[in-house]
Each structure stands twice: as structure tokens, then as C-alpha cells.
């Protein structure tokens, strides 16, 4: 139990364009997911908390009109990178919240974007 | 500013030995504990999950907690080489989780 899918695994886009990443909790129902982003060798960063039905809340320094964030299902998040640059090129990981109780997150396996 | 503080390593171990984690934390308020392990290019998985003092087992896993101290630690028995991975510690406090930035352990065969 407890799965969570990415997609795409990897993408490679062009400077100025949008990419969108899917995350899907599989066999559960998440009303809050989230999304990291992770450079080479560095930490996970938190860049924003996704809630099903309502708007997402981000980071401090997470600029929300370039990394928009849908939560339209208890089942589907999306973040949409857009007008992306080189250095949006990174690794980003969405997670999902199994239970309210505990804050066990269960990751997806991760979206490498690279932006020529 | 909760923060979560892990020594970035690397940890080196032979195989066979125990191999100790540790991670403190500021917020006294914290209920709840992970350790993830992320291998290199992958995502975190969660491995276990602590909410009271004590140590919890789990095959080889033990973690173990201290909240007067704001300690957490996690201890790899028979430690082996497919355990070398990065382990994260995250702390939940006040329905915000905050993760260390991870040591890094090296299982030599």
C-alpha cells in the first residue's frame, strides 16, 4: 500500500516552454501532497504544500505564478513549471500524506527536469 | 526557526557492524519522528516512524527516541553494503514536517 507515481521520470524541454509533472497516490486517498525540489548532492527542498480542493501554499521564496500547483482530485496533484529557465533544471519529487494522524509521506519516485 | 540537524558524513561502517544515525531537533512541540533512506538519484522512502521515547524495532532497524534530550537516533544492525544510501531525518511539529539535509553511509564489504 502506500504508492505513489510520477510522471514524466525525466524530461527534457526548452528554455521558455511549460512542463507539467503528474503525481497520483495509487491506493490511497491524499488530501494534502507535496512537492520538493532536489539539486545534485543537496537537500530536499519543501517548495509547496498541495490541498485537494483548495490553493496551494508555498514556500517563502517559491514564486507561485511560476510553479503552479492543481489539486483537482484526492488522487492527482500536478505542478506545471512554466516560462521555464536552466536553472528550474532539477529534480523534483512530489509526496503524499497517508494520514492525517501520523504525517508518514509516502514519495513519489521523482521527475528529472533538465532545461536547455 | 524548527530546525533539524543530521551530520552530513560520509558514515563508513564495515559490513556486518552496527551503524548509528543521529539527529536532533529544536522544537520541543515535535510529536512525531521519521527516518527515510534515499539511495543516490532516487526519491526518499520512509523506513520508520517513531512517536514516543523509547526504541522501536523493525527487522534490522532500531530507532530510538528522547524527547527531554530532542534526540532521534537510528541503528542499522548487520549493517550491508546495499544499505549505503543517504537517511533523513524528519520531524513533525505543529502539522509541518522539517527534514534534515541526510548522512550519508558508506557500507565497505
Redesign the interface.
Known amino acids: 500500500g502506500a504508492v505513489v507515481s510520477q510522471h514524466p521520470s525525466w524530461v527534457i524541454c526548452k528554455s521558455g516552454t511549460s512542463v507539467k509533472i503528474e503525481c497520483r497516490s495509487l491506493d490511497f486517498q491524499a488530501t494534502t501532497m507535496f512537492w520538493y525540489r532536489q539539486f545534485p548532492k543537496k537537500?530536499?527542498m519543501?517548495m509547496a504544500t498541495s490541498n485537494e480542493g483548495s490553493k496551494a501554499t508555498y514556500e517563502q521564496g517559491v514564486e507561485k505564478d511560476k510553479f503552479l500547483i492543481n489539486h483537482a482530485s484526492l488522487t492527482l496533484s500536478t505542478l506545471t513549471v512554466t516560462s521555464a529557465h536552466p536553472e528550474d533544471s532539477s529534480?523534483y519529487?512530489c509526496?503524499a500524506l497517508g494520514q492525517l494522524s501520523?504525517?508518514?509521506?509516502?514519495?513519489?519516485?521523482?521527475t528529472r527536469l533538465t532545461v536547455t | 526557526q524548527k530546525e533539524v540537524e543530521q551530520n552530513s558524513g560520509p558514515l563508513s561502517v564495515p559490513e556486518g557492524a552496527i551503524a548509528s544515525l543521529n539527529c536532533t531537533y529544536s522544537d520541543r512541540g515535535s510529536q512525531s519522528f521519521f527516518w527515510y533512506r534515499q539511495y543516490s538519484g532516487k526519491s526518499p522512502e520512509l523506513i520508520m516512524s517513531i512517536y514516543s521515547n523509547g526504541d522501536k524495532e523493525d527487522g534490522r532497524f532500531t530507532a530510538q527516541l528522547n524527547k527531554a534530550s530532542q534526540y532521534v537516533s537510528l541503528l542499522i544492525r548487520d549493517s550491508q553494503p546495499s544499505d549505503s544510501a543517504t537517511y533523513l531525518c524528519a520531524v513533525e511539529g505543529y502539522q509541518k514536517v522539517t527534514f534534515g539535509t541526510g548522512t550519508k553511509l558508506q557500507v565497505i564489504p
Open positions: 537537500s530536499l519543501l529534480f519529487i509526496s501520523t504525517y508518514e509521506q509516502y514519495f513519489g519516485p521523482g
